[in-house]
């Protein structure tokens, strides 16, 4: 269990390390501390992070994060050319799966989708490549990150756009509040607070990172 004392920045805690992180790093540390928004270029990882985060839509993160691994083993660890061949017989055994979120119609666009992602691979040669085409520039991307930009922009331009263009490849659960989600997590931004340990670490992490493209 991590042990946090205040800290005088909304949105910032103080953990038993002497370091500051994003509050939420409390609840989730590994997450908050080793995954979230360090940049992804594997496909596999892309596809089940925005399939997660479909599933995620009206629940709290923590829960899907808790049922990853069951998620991982119910979809054939997100391989998708595998779960593109899922038929009805695979809805209802995963409808019947007490260890992830049973509900059909995520199911059955986690599917589809598993199906428009073989299609942007032909595409663009790669998933990562197609989306980090959606990267916003540095210009477009504030210098200081607060609470109160991060709470009153659950969306952006980049997820907006990034959204419109899956919809129109025929992917479902996609909008842009969860792109946005997506976004953050794979590090196409860097949305850790101003303030925040991983901060510095994950955009060291960006300037070494090479665009898949």
């Given at each position: 269990m991590t042990t946090t004392t205040s800290n005088d920045v909304p949105g910032l805690i103080t953990a038993e390390d002497g370091k500051v992180y994003c509050a939420w790093h409390v609840a989730m540390p590994e997450?908050?501390?080793?995954e979230w928004g360090r940049p992804v270029a594997d496909d596999v990882?892309?596809?089940?992070?925005?399939?997660?985060?479909?599933?995620?839509?009206?629940?709290?993160?923590?829960?899907?994060l808790r049922k990853r691994e069951n998620f991982r083993a119910a979809f054939d660890g997100f391989d998708f050319h595998r779960v593109a061949r899922y038929t009805e017989?695979?809805?209802?055994?995963?409808l019947g799966d007490a260890g992830i979120i049973r509900n059909r119609a995520k199911i059955v666009s986690a599917i589809n989708n598993a199906r428009r992602a073989i299609e942007l691979v032909d595409e663009a040669g790669s998933l990562a490549a197609w989306f980090w085409q959606f990267e916003p520039a540095a210009k477009d991307r504030p210098k200081i990150?607060?609470?109160?930009?991060?709470?009153?922009?659950?969306?952006?331009?980049a997820s907006v756009a990034l959204s419109k263009a899956l919809k129109k490849r025929g992917w479902t659960?996609?909008?842009?509040?969860?792109?946005?989600?997506?976004?953050?997590?794979?590090?196409?931004?860097?949305?850790?607070?101003?303030?925040?340990?991983?901060?510095?670490?994950?955009?060291?992490?960006?300037?070494?990172?090479?665009r898949p493209g």
């Amino acid at each position: 269990m991590t042990t946090t004392t205040s800290n005088d920045v909304p949105g910032l805690i103080t953990a038993e390390d002497g370091k500051v992180y994003c509050a939420w790093h409390v609840a989730m540390p590994e997450y908050h501390g080793g995954e979230w928004g360090r940049p992804v270029a594997d496909d596999v990882r892309l596809f089940e992070k925005i399939c997660l985060e479909g599933f995620q839509s009206g629940l709290a993160w923590i829960t899907i994060l808790r049922k990853r691994e069951n998620f991982r083993a119910a979809f054939d660890g997100f391989d998708f050319h595998r779960v593109a061949r899922y038929t009805e017989q695979d809805v209802e055994r995963l409808l019947g799966d007490a260890g992830i979120i049973r509900n059909r119609a995520k199911i059955v666009s986690a599917i589809n989708n598993a199906r428009r992602a073989i299609e942007l691979v032909d595409e663009a040669g790669s998933l990562a490549a197609w989306f980090w085409q959606f990267e916003p520039a540095a210009k477009d991307r504030p210098k200081i990150l607060t609470l109160d930009y991060w709470q009153a922009n659950p969306t952006s331009e980049a997820s907006v756009a990034l959204s419109k263009a899956l919809k129109k490849r025929g992917w479902t659960f996609v909008g842009p509040t969860t792109i946005y989600a997506f976004m953050q997590a794979m590090g196409l931004v860097n949305d850790h607070l101003t303030g925040c340990a991983c901060r510095k670490t994950v955009e060291a992490e960006r300037k070494t990172f090479r665009r898949p493209g």
